[in-house]
């Protein structure tokens, strides 16, 4: 009696991102946007999840809490199996907000990244209208409460996709000043709105979508207009770099 490995979650998502391609269209541009604000070397990605960075940046090293067989190996991004100063870049792709205990992952990132390296990451903006689609209509909580700093007791029985999605907007929109005293190692280069209407519609990585591949690229260079009057009351997402001091 044999068959099959059950299905991971990994493998689910791999499958989605093979079959839907208005989730590829609108990635490419999340990726091109990161890719352009990664120094050349070495990039670490966490949370590379169904593991697509290496198309665009072949120089990269992809990781996630979850091992998979396309993964080069399985890294917690708070305690990181790789030795001091060999990166000059660490990616994340909507991860920050999975991490238990950011303050541990940010003084990884100080160990592991060499001077003037960056971080480069693409996570979830709480805006008025984008915090009603992700209140009611995603899975992941939104607790705009909880301390960012605050060191927790980690929980051996954490899901990888547990999360609080609010934690980048606290970090980098709401107490950006305090980010910036608890992390001096670190100076914050650049928070974006990004993502309007394609992005929901989209339905990410859910199976459905309200709209066809096609229209992606038009309606992104319409968000592109439109995120500079209306970004901070609707942005969906934040793209966000840091420097290594
Ligand atoms: C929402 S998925 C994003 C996956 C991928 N970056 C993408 O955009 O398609 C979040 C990923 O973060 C990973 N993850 C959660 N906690 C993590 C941690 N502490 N360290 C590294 N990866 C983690 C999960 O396993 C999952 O693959």
């Known amino acids: ?102 303050t541990s992952f940010f003084a990884e990132a100080a160990r592991v990244l060499k001077p003037g390296g960056r971080i480069v990451m693409l996570e979830p903006a709480i805006t008025p209208l984008s915090g ?35 934690i980048p907007t606290l970090l980098f929109r709401h107490r950006r000043a305090e980010f910036d005293q608890h992390f001096p190692n670190f100076h914050l280069a650049l928070v974006r709105n990004l993502s309007l209407f394609a992005y929901p519609l989209s339905g990410g990585f859910r199976r459905w979508s309200l709209v066809p591949a096609f229209v992606v690229r038009p309606l992104l260079l319409i968000e592109d207009v439109l995120l500079i009057l209306l970004g901070r009351f609707m942005a969906f997402r934040l793209l966000v770099m840091l420097e290594r001091r």
């Open 1 to 102: 009696m044999s068959g099959a490995a059950p299905a991971t979650p990994l493998d689910s998502y791999r499958e989605i991102w093979r079959r839907k391609a208005v989730l590829r269209a609108l990635y490419d541009d999340y990726y091109l946007r990161i890719i352009k604000l990664l120094k050349p070397g070495r990039t670490l990605e966490l949370g590379a999840g169904s593991g697509h960075l290496r198309t665009y940046s072949a120089n990269s090293v992809l990781t996630d809490i979850q091992p998979a067989p396309w993964l080069d190996a399985a890294a917690d991004a708070q305690a990181l199996p790789f030795r001091d100063a060999c990166f000059d870049n660490i990616v994340l792709l909507d991860v920050l907000h999975h991490v238990e205990n950011p």
């Open 132 to 166: 009603l689609f992700y209140r009611y209509l995603h899975p992941e909580p939104v607790n705009m409460s909880q301390d960012p700093f605050a060191e927790v007791a980690a929980n051996p029985k954490r899901d990888p996709y547990d999360a609080n999605q609010a």
